[in-house]
């Protein structure tokens, strides 16, 4: 509970709280392996974004489920959500910042579950995304947002960011820093492939990602910073807490477009495909879409399964792709 108080100090503070004063948040914190342990920091801002030093929440096993009862008179809620390893180091964390509840609201929750992978509408554009600013490209695509569309980051053993042009590499570094590249004025084909693996000591889920964005591009106007036609599509079916489905099941899994292409119309062509070996073999998925505009696609697992990866394929109407392909999206319990 936080309360505010303009033009001075509490000189003290007698409040009746009711339930039908504060919103109710069921949480969910995710993990796919066993041992982790997990920790929940919420954290009380008033209208000009001021908080104050609230002491660590306690370690906890993973996955968890909780309830939270938080105020709502001029009080904003930012959340972090880390999974710890056995050290107490930080190995994932997700955010979600500014959020604003109704007294008497009822609300659900959920961290690091699947399918975990790019979404560009997730955090903020300082956080994320591509620009061009005269000759200077600079990108930055966090591949391991939640299902749910939060923020996420996470430690890789492996990965780079790349960009090329006409079969040059133009830029290279880590897959998780902004890459920032000197690039001809002249307008030209581009290719911006992120790719970042994830150690078994965090996570059986979405092991490895790639995405792999196409696009042109020219000097912008004197004084001006463009944003890149670039696009991302979340996966978000509903998993457990341990990222698993049934395995011999029919599951729905809707995609959530952002950047260029989630304008209405945009969508050229839009194609996913599935893989139950590693990637060896897939095979393609229809891709349905309700009258509002909301797809998915819907995958049969076979009962012998183990693990079910996803590979995307989007191109929009000025003829912008990405592809993203994410191994072990999710995994098949008995």
């Known amino acids: ?17 009711t339930r039908a004063d504060v919103a109710e948040v069921k949480l969910g914190l995710g993990a796919s392996v066993t041992g982790a342990k997990g920790q929940v920091h919420i954290m009380p801002l008033d209208e000009r974004g001021m908080s104050i030093g609230i ?3 306690l370690e906890q096993n993973l996955p968890q489920s909780t309830t939270h009862y938080l105020t709502t008179a001029g009080v904003r809620w930012s959340w972090t959500a880390a999974q710890l390893n056995s050290r107490s180091e930080v190995r994932v964390l997700f955010s979600k910042d500014l959020v604003t509840y109704k007294p008497g609201s009822t609300h659900t929750l959920k961290f690091n579950t699947g399918v975990v992978g790019p979404d560009l509408a997730a955090g903020s554009r300082e956080e994320q995304g591509a620009e061009r600013s005269g000759d200077l490209i600079s990108a930055r695509i966090p591949l391991f947002n939640d299902g ?6 996470s430690i890789v053993i492996s990965g780079f960011a790349r960009l090329e042009s006409g079969g040059r590499v133009l830029g290279e570094g880590p897959a998780t820093d902004w890459l920032n590249t000197e690039v001809p004025a002249a307008s030209a084909p581009y290719r911006l ?3 970042a693996s994830r150690s078994a000591e965090d996570t059986t889920t979405s092991t490895k990602v790639t995405g792999v964005w196409t ?16 696009s991302t599509v979340r996966l978000a079916p509903k998993l457990s807490l341990r990222g698993t ?5 029919t599951l729905t899994v809707p995609q959530k477009l952002s950047g260029a292409a989630a304008v209405a ?11 139950y070996d590693g990637g060896r073999t897939w095979k393609s998925l229809m891709v349905t879409t309700t009258p509002q505009g909301a797809r998915s696609v819907t995958v ?8 079910v990866s996803l590979r995307v394929g989007l191109k929009d109407r000025d003829g912008n792709t990405v592809r993203e392909t994410i191994m072990n999206a999710y995994r098949l319990a008995p």
Not at 1 to 16: I, Q, W
Not at 148 to 153: A, E, F, Q
Not at 265 to 275: D, F, I, R
């Open 193 to 195: 492939t992120v790719e």
């Open 1 to 17: 509970m936080a309360f505010n108080r303009k033009g001075s100090l509490f000189t003290g503070l007698t409040r009746t709280v």
């Open 300 to 307: 049969k697992h076979p009962a012998t399964a183990k693990a």
């Open 265 to 275: 119309g945009q969508v050229a062509t839009l194609k996913v495909n599935v893989s």
């Open 55 to 57: 002491q660590d929440p």
């Open 245 to 249: 489905a049934p395995a011999g099941s």
């Open 148 to 153: 749910s569309g939060n923020l996420g980051s």
């Open 215 to 230: 696009f042109t591009s020219a000097r912008p106007a004197a004084d001006r910073t463009t944003r890149l036609p670039l």
